[in-house]
């Protein structure tokens, strides 16, 4: 998973502006996207300059430039300078991002690009979402047929326009969200005009996961609100798995909009249960266990007031290899918890994620195992899970890509 973004002026007199703050705001936006580094490519009439950082928020003196694109790395390589353009990317198409690139940077120069760009997006297979930027000064943006990875349009009167992963990011940046760049559409911004094209788009590839896990409660995803759905999907999760208990607390912090639909349709009180040291930390995506159990220790230290002698329900998003669960659960119980029933705000992940965001199915806690065996597993008095028919009713629509979910097609 990464988080990409390119803000682009328009006018006369666009040579005053400075984008490289704008683009690293949005990418302070984006961290829940990507923490294994962040950069920026910035045109300033003449050249293309570039700065990467460890940290976005180190990014705070950015190269002077008018128009720009910028991403937050989740381990993928997709960070493409090739000829007359920078690209960064979200996903992978079938034919690999390095021609991926190749040929945007052709469709760029052409006589007519948006089309030409079209025409790239229609036959490159894959899931994905670009940013690019010509060393001309035109920035481009655009989705795959199926619009597996979201992407949203924002402007700043008539003087800026911009794109990003998340509708968040552009509030941040300070930008009006105008809506989402549609499947299988590209638009290209350059001092002049703002022009779109779109291949022909597929249905059921938007990605489900978004909603329940990557992006921020704050953002809209091709018009649904995604902490709209986390709410609904508590709701859900009450009536299909209700539980006896005095208190719900939920795992921050994607589970927080899921523990407050529950508490409210359960009527069991909801109560602060956690306090992170370190922020919007995504455990799932560390790469060793050694990481993962240190990350839960900084990221969820218990408030014992909060549970002791209590009975809890604990919510949480869903559950990935058991780890974090694990560790949660036994820190409820040191902390004095009497009944630990976990509710997960999602069906059991079985792999086959065509993203490849997922861990190898071998190393997913659910992937085999039954709900009484994973409590036994996590030292939980039970665990129950959201189920599919659940998901699709709290997504409220079709057209969603389910193939990570055990039970789906």
């Given at each position: 998973m990464g988080g990409i973004l390119g803000v682009c002026t328009f006018g006369q007199g666009r040579e005053v502006w400075r984008v490289s703050p704008f683009l690293r705001y949005g990418l302070m936006a984006l961290r829940n996207r990507g923490s294994q580094g962040a950069a920026i490519a910035v045109f300033d009439g003449f050249t293309v300059a570039r700065a990467e950082a460890r940290d976005p928020e180190d990014l705070e003196e950015g190269p002077p430039g008018y128009v720009g694109v910028g991403a937050v790395a989740s381990g993928d390589d997709s960070w493409f300078e090739v000829g007359e353009v920078v690209l960064a990317g979200d996903g992978a198409p079938e034919i690999g991002w390095r021609r991926f690139?190749?040929?945007?940077?052709?469709?760029?120069?052409?006589?007519?690009?948006a089309p030409a760009l079209a025409d790239v997006v229609g036959g490159a297979g894959?899931?994905?979402?670009?940013?690019?930027?010509?060393?001309?000064?035109?920035?481009?943006?655009?989705?795959?047929?199926?619009?597996?990875?979201?992407?949203?349009?924002?402007?700043?009167?008539?003087?800026?326009?911009?794109?990003?992963?998340?509708?968040?990011?552009?509030?941040?940046?300070?930008?009006?969200h105008a809506g989402p760049i549609r499947p299988g559409e590209?638009?290209?911004?350059?001092?002049?005009?703002?022009?779109?094209?779109?291949?022909?788009?597929?249905?059921?590839?938007?990605?489900?996961?978004e909603y329940v896990y990557n992006a921020r409660h704050d953002s809209v995803i091709d018009g649904v609100s995604v902490y709209a759905v986390r709410e609904r999907i508590g709701e859900l999760l009450a009536e299909e798995a209700p539980a006896d208990a005095d208190v719900v607390i939920g795992v921050p912090e994607t589970s927080l909009p899921v523990a407050?639909?529950?508490?409210?349709?359960?009527?069991?009180?909801?109560?602060?249960?956690?306090?992170?040291?370190?922020?919007?930390l995504r455990t799932a995506g560390l790469r060793t266990a050694l990481e993962r159990v240190a990350g839960v220790q900084l990221k969820l230290n218990?408030?014992?007031?909060?549970?002791?002698?209590?009975?809890?329900?604990?919510?949480?998003?869903?559950?990935?290899?058991?780890?974090?669960?694990?560790?949660?659960v036994w820190n409820l119980r040191r902390k004095g918890a009497r009944i630990v029933h976990v509710r997960v705000g999602s069906p059991p992940l079985a792999g086959g994620c065509p993203l490849r965001r997922l861990p190898p199915r071998d190393e997913l806690i659910s992937s085999d195992l039954s709900e009484e065996q994973i409590a036994a597993v996590v030292g939980a008095d039970s665990v129950r899970f959201l189920s599919l028919e659940g998901l699709r009713a709290a997504l409220g629509a079709d057209g969603f890509c389910m193939r990570c979910w055990r039970g789906s097609a």
């Open positions: 690139a190749d040929e945007a940077a052709a469709a760029l120069s052409s006589s007519d690009p894959g899931h994905y979402a670009f940013v690019a930027l010509s060393r001309g000064g035109t920035l481009a943006a655009g989705r795959d047929p199926g619009g597996s990875l979201p992407l949203e349009v924002g402007s700043m009167g008539f003087d800026m326009g911009a794109v990003a992963s998340e509708s968040a990011a552009l509030e941040v940046m300070g930008f009006e590209v638009i290209v911004m350059d001092p002049l005009e703002v022009s779109r094209a779109s291949a022909d788009p597929r249905e059921g590839s938007r990605c489900s996961f407050i639909g529950y508490s409210r349709r359960s009527g069991i009180p909801l109560a602060l249960g956690f306090v992170s040291s370190v922020g919007r218990v408030i014992e007031s909060a549970v002791d002698g209590r009975d809890v329900v604990l919510v949480d998003d869903s559950v990935v290899r058991g780890t974090t669960l694990r560790n949660v």
